[in-house]
């Protein structure tokens, strides 16, 4: 079965604003599954992971230090952490950023190609021994499979020649009724409990004569 990107960017959203982020950064966080189903890759799970692990904590320990990327819980959030690189808090410098620890890299890589459009040139980031690169146009290229590790050192390099194959784009995601399932458990935290009130206007027609 596959899902339309609406659905998926939509149910995310809830999802991470169940797990306890703001809904600004809930926003972001379903904006990038959307980018990477609509790549072939697995977003969605990835965010359940990552929501997964974060649920119940305090957000700020995940929040990494803009000078060295750490954060004081040791593993920094990629959504936090790819809303401060695409707003600019690296700076422009050509120099590496490494990022010790990273909850979920698959998820960075959204906010890195948005980073790659607004300062004009690529971004290469290395995951284990597959080297991903990110362009301004928004193309993806890697030189193998991109993992999907709980968390991994990453290193982010500027300027880089893209190197390897391109990921197509589609227009639906492949996720798993699992991987769904999971995202509507933290998803349901959001929803207000029902009342006298809402439960009788969702009779419908056993109340209301429609015809």
């Not at 959030?77 to 410098?93: E, K, N, Q, R």
């Not at 982010?156 to 190197?163: H, I, M, N, Q, T």
Request: hydrophobic share 40%; charged share 20%.
């Amino acid at each position: 079965m596959t899902w339309s990107l609406n659905e998926i960017e939509a149910l995310s959203r809830k999802a991470a604003r169940g797990a306890g982020y703001s809904w600004g950064l809930a926003e972001e966080a379903g904006r990038a599954v959307r980018w990477l189903e609509a790549r072939g890759l697995p977003g969605a799970q990835a965010l359940v992971d990552h929501l997964k692990r974060v649920d119940g904590q305090d957000l700020a320990s995940f929040t990494p230090d803009a000078d060295d990327w750490t954060a004081p819980d040791g593993t920094a959030c990629p959504i936090l952490a790819g809303t401060m690189l695409a707003d600019g808090m690296a700076g422009s410098g050509p120099d590496p950023i490494t990022l010790p620890d990273l909850a979920s890299p698959l998820l960075l890589l959204p906010f890195l190609s948005w980073m790659a459009t607004a300062q004009g040139r690529t971004v290469g980031i290395g995951v284990a021994d597959t080297a991903v690169t990110l362009s301004p146009e928004g193309t993806l290229t890697q030189t193998k499979d991109i993992p999907s590790p709980v968390s991994a050192p990453v290193t982010l390099r500027f300027g880089v020649d893209p190197a390897g194959d391109t990921v197509a784009e589609g227009l639906r995601s492949a996720c798993s009724a699992d991987t769904v399932a999971a995202l509507n458990s933290f998803a349901h935290r959001t929803y207000a409990p029902a009342t006298e009130e809402s439960r009788l206007a969702g009779a419908g027609a056993g109340l209301t004569d429609n015809d």
